[in-house]
């Protein structure tokens, strides 16, 4: 239920989803899906908040790492179905602290007889994020300075803020996909 992303190495397929911290691992077998495998990214990486929903909207696979990216979007409280005409502008000016949504790690992936499995470490390698702080984290506190970005940052996905939705990479270099902003009616490509 509600996967939002999924990226395939050999015979194994990773997929996240929007209401979780996991990653979820398969085994492919032609046409069937065996041995799936629930790991928690709070196991593999120092979260601010293992528990809470990182809303994982990208994975990708390069050079035996996987990399995983939250959407980084602020949401709004929806207000209470009360039936009131009457409707609380500060509660609804109160965005939800969504600082977990703020994810761009990579994993170290070791080959198994059945395929691959992220891991914490592998020798020299070991997992890592862009560290989270109180704006979110370093990457989300660089976005909010941008002069393109930044006023994006300020808003919810749902109304034109930013939203990332993909990730590539290639050697060194992350390309994330945004949903949002769309400006000018170009998307936008952050490098």
């Given at each position: 239920r509600n996967l939002s992303a999924a990226v395939r190495v050999g015979p194994t397929l990773f997929v996240g989803g929007d209401e979780s911290c996991a990653i979820e691992?398969?085994?492919?077998?032609?046409?069937?899906?065996?041995?799936?495998?629930?790991?928690?990214?709070?196991?593999?990486?120092?979260?601010?908040?293992?528990?809470?929903?990182?809303?994982?909207?990208?994975?990708?696979v390069c050079d035996e790492w996987l990399w995983v990216v939250g959407s980084h979007a602020r949401t709004r409280r929806k207000p209470p179905k009360s039936g009131?005409?009457?409707?609380?502008?500060?509660?609804?000016?109160?965005?939800?602290?969504?600082?977990?949504?703020?994810?761009?790690?990579?994993?170290?992936?070791?080959?198994?007889?059945?395929?691959?499995?992220?891991?914490?470490?592998?020798?020299?390698?070991?997992?890592?994020?862009?560290?989270?702080?109180?704006?979110?984290?370093?990457?989300?506190?660089a976005l909010c300075k941008d002069p393109l970005v930044g006023p994006f940052t300020r808003a919810p996905a749902k109304e034109g803020g930013l939203d990332v939705e993909g990730i590539a990479v290639c050697d060194n270099r992350v390309a994330l996909g945004l949903r949002g902003p769309v400006i000018a009616n170009n998307a936008v490509l952050l490098e």
């Open positions: 691992r398969l085994t492919i077998e032609g046409d069937t899906a065996r041995e799936h495998q629930r790991i928690a990214l709070g196991d593999l990486l120092d979260l601010e908040d293992s528990g809470a929903e990182a809303d994982i909207e990208g994975l990708a009131d005409p009457v409707i609380d502008l500060d509660e609804l000016a109160d965005l939800k602290d969504t600082r977990p949504r703020c994810l761009l790690a990579r994993i170290p992936l070791v080959r198994t007889d059945d395929g691959w499995m992220p891991v914490k470490r592998c020798g020299k390698r070991r997992a890592g994020l862009v560290r989270q702080n109180k704006q979110g984290s370093e990457l989300a506190e």
